[in-house]
């Protein structure tokens, strides 16, 4: 089972941008759809948005639509959450998760029990 690693988290201005990668260890990166989720405290967590395991489809929750965009680089094993626009409502913890795909199946599934594995998370703060 492949291995999941977050990185490019921190602190940005209302307005600012941040890219988040996903990293992936193991020969099978090519065959998970990545979804990426997001959690604050007390709440459940929250599916941001998704790709299909080629990268070719791409799938996102309505309130990051046209501010978030998610690719994925098999020949690097990585997929990115690109974020652009942030507003304060965006601070969360963000989540990589892999969903195995074989038969090219995956359609932006937003429950996160569908997801496994799950990288550790990376701090997203927007504030001013």
């Known amino acids: 089972q492949v291995r999941l690693e977050e990185s490019g988290g921190g602190l940005v201005q209302p307005g600012g941008s941040l890219k988040l990668s996903c990293v992936g260890s193991?020969?099978?990166?090519?065959?998970?759809?990545m979804g990426w989720f997001r959690q604050v405290p007390g709440k459940e967590r929250e599916f941001v948005g998704g790709?299909?395991?080629?990268?070719?489809?791409?799938f996102y929750t309505d309130s990051v639509k046209g501010r978030f965009t998610i690719s994925k680089d098999n020949g690097k094993n990585t997929a990115y959450l690109q974020m652009n626009n942030l507003q304060p409502e965006d601070t969360a913890v963000y989540y990589c998760?892999?969903?195995?795909?074989?038969?090219?199946?995956?359609?932006?599934?937003?429950?996160?029990?569908?997801?496994?594995?799950w990288g550790q998370g990376t701090q997203v703060t927007v504030s001013s």
């Open positions: 193991g020969r099978t990166f090519s065959s998970y759809a």
């Open positions: 790709v299909s395991r080629s990268g070719g489809r791409t």
């Open positions: 998760a892999g969903r195995l795909d074989l038969n090219n199946e995956y359609r932006g599934f937003r429950a996160a029990a569908l997801y496994n594995p």
